[in-house]
């Protein structure tokens, strides 16, 4: 497939990891703190199926750990989601494992990527095989839903999946406008007249409404057109939604967080047991002392398979995803390795979104071009600075401020 042809192809295919991460998040310790309307609020949630465990749940502390699948889904059949002419593909698009710490004082989402190879399990056995025995990652949902998806993760990962939660195209749209819009520095201009046919000029303030927010984060086709860049942007614009929404223009605007509220409750779909607004508001509650600068976001270790094989343009996973797992499991923070390289929802001392200065780390923490081995403490230190140097070009050409 040519380039152009595999760029097109992808495009269907654009629900982000923005979306996913600021609803949930937000939501938690946000926008459902609005318990007055929390009954209405009931009533919006759609009730997913429930998740057939494969694996056990820890319950040796008094507080467990919960760990969060949050999805989104490139639907169009739904309020608000026909953003573009595409039919979209009923496949998952983006999926975050949220991981929030038994003390409730942190918490960190950790990114899939959709077109990561795996093997099949139960639900996704007659799903199109890739090379091999392997498959893509979104491919789950299309095949079982989200709850196969979370069966997936723990197939993989080997980690207690406790609940999930989907989100649409409209209810993104809707949570943006909902808070008055989101401001965003780009660096850079970022000119697509192909595909979304948008155009974004630089600025250090540039505001954005629900429907151009919603075609910067899908945004592909500009810079280097690669899925990093991208992924550069949505991580900025989470940090400035996150942002938006704890601020004193939106927390002492009752009539901005139920609007917020009601349009996330009305986009989701949830496992059973988070089926309702009082159980969400319950456990945001349990979050409300959480510093932002504690809740950060990464991506599984992956690499890109090299052009020419079998499973090019897609990834696998890097042997450090077996040290990050395990960090899920035994309900530890984030080591240094996978800190240093997360984006966090805090702001610096200066007011900018510490997600900008930390963004061109994220990419060399993340992935590389080969699978990663053991090299020796120089060698590391050298990669390293390579890596980095790489995600800061990477950085630039996503139009990311630094």
């Not at 056990?56 to 889904?73: D, F, R, V, Y």
């Not at 059973?272 to 979050?287: G, I, N």
């Not at 990464?298 to 079998?310: A, H, K, M, R, W």
Request: glycine share 8%; with cysteine; net charge positive.
């Amino acid at each position: 497939m040519s380039s152009s042809g595999h760029r097109a192809g992808h495009d269907r295919r654009t629900v982000l990891r923005a979306i996913l991460v600021t609803d949930l998040i937000l939501a938690l310790v946000t926008g459902l703190g609005v318990f007055f309307a929390y009954r209405h609020l009931d009533g919006n949630i759609k009730s997913g199926a429930s998740i057939d465990h494969n694996v056990q749940k820890s319950t040796s502390a008094p507080k467990e750990a919960l760990n969060l699948l949050i999805l989104g889904t490139d639907t169009r059949d739904c309020k608000g989601c026909k953003v573009d002419a595409e039919a979209g593909g009923g496949l998952s698009d983006t999926t975050i494992l949220l991981h929030i710490a038994a003390d409730r004082k942190s918490a960190y989402g950790i990114s899939i990527p959709r077109d990561l190879l795996v093997k099949p399990i139960k639900c996704t056995k007659s799903a199109a095989r890739v090379t091999g025995n392997l498959l893509k990652w979104n491919e789950a949902f299309a095949a079982g839903g989200a709850d196969c998806t979370a069966e997936q993760v723990e197939s993989t990962f080997k980690v207690y999946v406790d609940g999930y939660v989907t989100v649409d195209f409209g209810g993104f749209k809707d949570m943006v406008d909902a808070i008055g819009g989101v401001n965003i520095c780009i660096a850079k201009e970022l000119d697509d007249p192909t595909y979304l046919h948008v155009d974004f000029k630089p600025g250090k303030s540039v505001h954005l409404n629900g429907t151009r927010a919603l075609a910067y984060v899908r945004l592909r086709h500009v810079g280097d057109g690669t899925d990093i860049g991208r992924m550069k942007r949505q991580q900025a614009f989470i940090a400035a939604m996150i942002n938006k929404v704890v601020s004193a223009g939106t927390l002492t605007r009752p009539d901005r967080l139920y609007k917020f509220a009601n349009a996330l409750t009305d986009s989701i779909t949830t496992s059973p047991d988070l089926a309702s607004a009082s159980k969400l508001v319950k456990l945001a509650t349990e979050l409300k002392h959480v510093d932002l600068t504690d809740i950060r976001f990464i991506t599984v270790p992956n690499f890109l398979y090299p052009e020419g094989s079998d499973g090019y343009p897609n990834v696998g996973l890097r042997p450090a995803y077996r040290t990050l797992m395990r960090e899920v499991r035994n309900d530890k923070p984030l080591s240094k390795r996978f800190a240093s390289g997360s984006i966090t929802a805090g702001s610096s001392s200066s007011g900018k979104s510490s997600a900008s200065a930390s963004a061109s780390s994220s990419a060399s923490s993340s992935a590389s071009t080969t699978p990663s081995s053991s090299p020796s403490s120089s060698a590391s230190s050298s990669a390293s600075a390579t890596a980095t140097s790489t995600a800061d070009a990477a950085a630039e050409a996503a139009g990311v401020c630094s």
